[in-house]
């Protein structure tokens, strides 16, 4: 992508070829996009949940009807196979709003809790209020689905948003835009800022209510210092370098194929690709030759029947290889792949899928997050060594574990600092939206997905209702009397075995001295 003149030309990194220029969003235009938000959010907050939801459903139609389409733009736009386009960023998003259909009106309707017996008499609700203006900043690796869930979960909670896809895949945010006027949505409802990093700072200097942020540790890291001066409650989902443990009797066949795809999917930008495999030194080397001969059939390019696209992001390339370079430079063996000076990127950028031996974690491979079609594969020994390794990460997103015996699986897993854990397979917590999505450690501030998703976007607001028949409690003035009976009544209250006769009888003792005059 080039700036020129005003006007961003926009490059395929699949071909190399002009795919596409654009205008990106004046700065000076950021006042009165949060303006048009604040205004729009009194009206589309006062919509029953019902009616927002018919926007929503509005919307998954038209984007069935044009999946093909999408498909063809986000793989045109990142460089993936059009079938990772449909299967990991199309349908994901589509099943969430079906899910957000389903459950949002029971997850966001005022909810009755418990009432204690100490306030016996009134009811208690938990009401979820939205919070207002939601800003969402969206990276270009999923550039569909990690935009529109979270706008998604914001619009229906009954915010409005104002979402910055990333600068470096233009076209689905672009396209995702017209989405949304297609489907009708209210003006101002949610909003869209196409432009570089500057009119990301400059959209979260705006005080929005609330921001959620997918990218980089270094950029959440910023965009939390300047919410955390302002108070304003985020999400933040960052990176991951995600460890695959495979056990002597896993398996193997389905190991190795799950760490083909865990690793190379989308050319290993994910941040939950796998980024490091441990396997039980026994079955090692059968492990990593099958691995070898699996990874060599393995098709690279940009047809239907491809398996591996090329990389997205120039700078991404860069970071790869530095990576890559340092390990060689330490030791590592290129099992598959080739160094970087081989690399035939030029304007395209395609990197070989690239397997490594003889790796340890001195090496930035091993340490830190790659984002890109490498594997590292390390013997182990015990599972206390490789529990150790596994969490020797700043990261902690994702992390699966490899075996036919499900209570070594358990105990192995209930040691992993990470966000989620799967068992024989890898990568698939993300589509499954009841269940939470977020890390530990560096990898990330808060939940989302499913009902979580949904609840983040709103203020929980407690409320207790009383029928205000009576006069005054027991606990309000005047005090006279009452410290001997409070101190026994919560004395036969907490004790080990409550007295309810004695308790009873203070509580109506307190209830008569609350009735009566003061003592002159």
């Given at each position: 992508?080039e700036k020129?003149q005003?006007?961003?030309?926009?490059y395929?990194?699949?071909?190399?070829?002009?795919?596409?220029?654009?205008?990106?969003?004046?700065?000076?235009?950021?006042?009165?996009?949060?303006?048009?938000?604040?205004?729009?959010?009194?009206?589309?907050?006062?919509?029953p949940?019902k009616?927002?939801?018919l926007y929503?459903k509005?919307?998954?139609?038209?984007?069935?009807e044009?999946?093909d389409?999408?498909?063809e733009?986000?793989?045109?736009?990142?460089?993936?196979?059009?079938?990772?386009?449909?299967?990991?960023?199309?349908?994901?998003?589509?099943d969430?709003?079906?899910?957000?259909?389903?459950?949002?009106?029971?997850a966001?309707?005022?909810q009755?809790?418990?009432?204690?017996?100490?306030?016996i008499?009134?009811?208690?609700?938990?009401?979820?209020?939205?919070?207002?203006?939601?800003?969402?900043i969206s990276p270009?690796?999923?550039?569909?689905?990690l935009?529109?869930v979270?706008?998604?979960n914001?619009?229906?909670?009954?915010?409005?948003?104002?979402a910055?896809?990333?600068e470096?895949?233009?076209?689905v945010?672009?396209?995702?835009?017209?989405?949304?006027?297609?489907?009708?949505?209210?003006?101002?409802?949610?909003?869209?800022?196409?432009?570089?990093k500057?009119?990301?700072?400059?959209?979260?200097?705006q005080?929005?209510?609330?921001?959620?942020f997918?990218g980089?540790v270094?950029t959440g890291?910023?965009i939390?210092?300047?919410?955390?001066?302002q108070?304003?409650?985020?999400?933040?989902?960052l990176?991951?370098k995600?460890?695959?443990?495979?056990?002597?009797?896993?398996?193997?066949?389905?190991?190795?194929?799950?760490?083909l795809?865990g690793?190379?999917?989308?050319?290993?930008?994910?941040?939950?690709?796998?980024?490091r495999?441990?396997?039980?030194?026994?079955?090692y080397?059968e492990?990593?030759?099958?691995?070898?001969?699996?990874?060599?059939s393995?098709?690279?390019?940009?047809q239907?029947?491809?398996?591996?696209?090329s990389?997205?992001?120039?700078?991404?390339?860069?970071?790869?290889?530095?990576?890559?370079?340092?390990?060689?430079?330490?030791?590592?063996?290129?099992?598959?792949?080739?160094?970087?000076?081989?690399?035939?990127?030029?304007?395209t950028?395609?990197?070989?899928?690239?397997?490594?031996?003889?790796?340890?974690?001195?090496?930035?491979?091993?340490?830190e997050?790659?984002?890109?079609?490498?594997?590292?594969?390390?013997p182990?020994?015990t599972?206390?060594q490789?529990?150790?390794?596994a969490?020797?990460?700043?990261?902690g997103?994702?992390?699966s574990?490899?075996?036919?015996?499900?209570e070594?699986a358990?105990r192995?897993?209930?040691?992993?600092?990470t966000?989620?854990?799967t068992?024989?397979?890898?990568?698939?917590?993300?589509?499954?939206?009841?269940?939470?999505?977020?890390?530990?450690?560096?990898?990330?501030?808060?939940?989302?997905?499913g009902?979580?998703?949904?609840?983040?976007?709103?203020?929980?607001?407690?409320?207790?209702i009383?029928?205000?028949?009576k006069?005054?409690?027991?606990?309000?003035y005047?005090?006279?009397?009452?410290?001997?009976?409070?101190?026994?009544?919560?004395?036969?209250?907490?004790?080990?075995?409550?007295?309810?006769?004695?308790?009873?009888?203070e509580?109506?003792?307190?209830?008569k001295?609350s009735?009566?005059?003061?003592r002159?």
């Amino acid at each position: 992508m080039e700036k020129i003149q005003g006007k961003w030309d926009v490059y395929s990194p699949a071909t190399g070829e002009k795919i596409a220029e654009f205008v990106p969003t004046p700065l000076t235009s950021i006042p009165d996009i949060y303006k048009k938000s604040r205004y729009a959010f009194k009206a589309w907050s006062s919509l029953p949940i019902k009616e927002r939801l018919l926007y929503l459903k509005r919307l998954r139609l038209l984007m069935v009807e044009k999946m093909d389409e999408i498909a063809e733009v986000i793989s045109k736009d990142t460089g993936k196979v059009k079938i990772e386009a449909l299967v990991a960023d199309i349908m994901p998003t589509i099943d969430a709003i079906k899910h957000i259909e389903k459950h949002a009106v029971k997850a966001l309707s005022g909810q009755r809790v418990s009432t204690p017996l100490m306030l016996i008499g009134k009811k208690s609700y938990v009401h979820f209020m939205p919070r207002g203006t939601v800003l969402v900043i969206s990276p270009w690796n999923y550039p569909l689905q990690l935009s529109m869930v979270p706008i998604l979960n914001a619009l229906a909670a009954g915010n409005t948003v104002i979402a910055k896809p990333s600068e470096v895949t233009p076209l689905v945010g672009l396209y995702i835009d017209n989405l949304f006027h297609e489907a009708g949505f209210p003006e101002g409802t949610i909003q869209f800022a196409h432009g570089g990093k500057e009119l990301g700072a400059a959209l979260t200097e705006q005080k929005p209510d609330y921001i959620f942020f997918t990218g980089s540790v270094r950029t959440g890291k910023m965009i939390g210092e300047v919410a955390a001066k302002q108070l304003i409650p985020t999400t933040l989902e960052l990176g991951g370098k995600d460890p695959m443990i495979v056990l002597c009797d896993a398996n193997l066949e389905r190991a190795v194929n799950g760490a083909l795809w865990g690793a190379f999917t989308n050319s290993g930008q994910v941040c939950m690709s796998v980024e490091r495999v441990y396997v039980e030194r026994s079955v090692y080397k059968e492990f990593l030759t099958m691995l070898k001969e699996k990874a060599k059939s393995m098709r690279q390019g940009i047809q239907l029947n491809d398996d591996i696209g090329s990389m997205t992001f120039p700078a991404q390339v860069d970071i790869v290889a530095g990576h890559l370079e340092d390990a060689l430079n330490k030791g590592a063996i290129l099992e598959t792949g080739t160094s970087p000076k081989e690399w035939r990127t030029g304007q395209t950028h395609f990197i070989p899928p690239t397997i490594l031996s003889n790796v340890d974690h001195s090496m930035k491979i091993m340490k830190e997050e790659t984002f890109g079609p490498v594997l590292p594969v390390v013997p182990f020994d015990t599972e206390e060594q490789v529990i150790a390794l596994a969490n020797e990460s700043e990261y902690g997103l994702n992390s699966s574990v490899w075996t036919m015996d499900r209570e070594k699986a358990s105990r192995i897993a209930s040691q992993l600092v990470t966000g989620a854990v799967t068992i024989n397979d890898v990568l698939i917590t993300v589509a499954n939206h009841h269940l939470p999505f977020g890390g530990a450690k560096q990898s990330g501030i808060g939940r989302y997905h499913g009902e979580h998703g949904l609840k983040i976007f709103c203020h929980e607001k407690a409320i207790m209702i009383d029928k205000g028949k009576k006069n005054t409690e027991i606990q309000w003035y005047p005090y006279d009397g009452k410290y001997p009976r409070f101190l026994s009544l919560f004395q036969n209250y907490f004790s080990g075995k409550p007295n309810w006769i004695r308790f009873g009888k203070e509580y109506l003792q307190l209830i008569k001295l609350s009735k009566g005059k003061r003592r002159g």
